[in-house]
């Protein structure tokens, strides 16, 4: 009886299907692993006709808190793999859909059935790299994917680029933030960038004065480490003789 109830509801839940090419190149895309399991999990409940994703529902299914899984979404809009749709149903309620038409978008455009090289992707943002400041670019996209041990998102490309065409950081500082970065264990955007801006306020020209300053830091680091009291805790306050210190 047990058996056939468990396969009624089996059949009842329906099924979902996810794409091979989505499971071998999502994290192509920026995806995280817990990212991807809160897109298959807001893609059944679309497929069975729940428009307005239920975190507490996903939640639930995953072992997680709501707002994790709301969180996970909103990095995925963040990223340009979603959109949030809001929509007023029959009664006028208003109800927020999500549409991951960005996602297969982006998935479409990995050719060849491999990532693209960083390169081909700024290519395709309608720059061309024949240039030698874009080969320049080629390889801070690289050296940061490398670094970050996954492809960079979209968003994140666009930060990236934004550094040299907005910004106008030179290649090799973007190149030496990054390793101050992983030298400090320190490995995002946002820190990255807050080395860039601290170095064009100090008005530095060369990555001599970079080094420079590293080195200052690195030598004042070590003379305050030498000039640190050694103080005993094992003392025993009740039985020393105080009058040796007059």
Do not use: C
């Not at 990555?207 to 300053?213: C, P, S």
């Amino acid at each position: 009886m047990t058996s056939e109830l468990n396969w009624t509801a089996y059949l009842k839940a329906g099924q979902t299907t996810i794409s091979n090419y989505l499971l071998q190149h999502y994290r192509d895309l920026g995806m995280t692993n817990d990212e991807f399991l809160v897109f298959v999990q807001t893609k059944a409940g679309i497929d069975h006709g729940e428009l307005e994703p239920s975190t507490t529902k996903i939640g639930e299914a995953l072992g997680w808190e709501p707002q994790l899984v709301f969180g996970h979404l909103e990095s995925l809009r963040a990223k340009g793999l979603v959109k949030f749709v809001s929509v007023r149903d029959g009664s006028g309620r208003v109800t927020t859909q999500l549409d991951f038409e960005p996602l297969y978008t982006q998935l479409m455009r990995i050719t060849g059935g491999a990532k693209q090289a960083a390169a081909q992707r700024i290519e395709a943002q309608g720059e061309p790299a024949q240039t030698k400041d874009d080969l320049s670019r080629a390889t801070i996209y690289n050296l940061i994917e490398q670094e970050f041990g996954r492809p960079l998102s979209q968003m994140e490309m666009e930060t990236v680029k934004n550094w040299f065409d907005v910004d106008h950081f030179q290649p090799e500082f973007i190149k030496a933030a990054v390793q101050e970065a992983v030298l400090n264990a320190a490995l995002n955007l946002r820190y990255i960038e807050t080395i860039l801006v601290a170095w064009q306020k100090k008005n530095y020209h060369s990555i001599k004065e970079v080094r420079q300053e590293r080195q200052k830091r690195s030598q004042f680091k070590q003379l305050n480490q030498e000039e640190r009291v050694n103080i005993p805790t094992d003392v025993d306050i009740l039985n020393t003789d105080w009058s040796q210190f007059k």
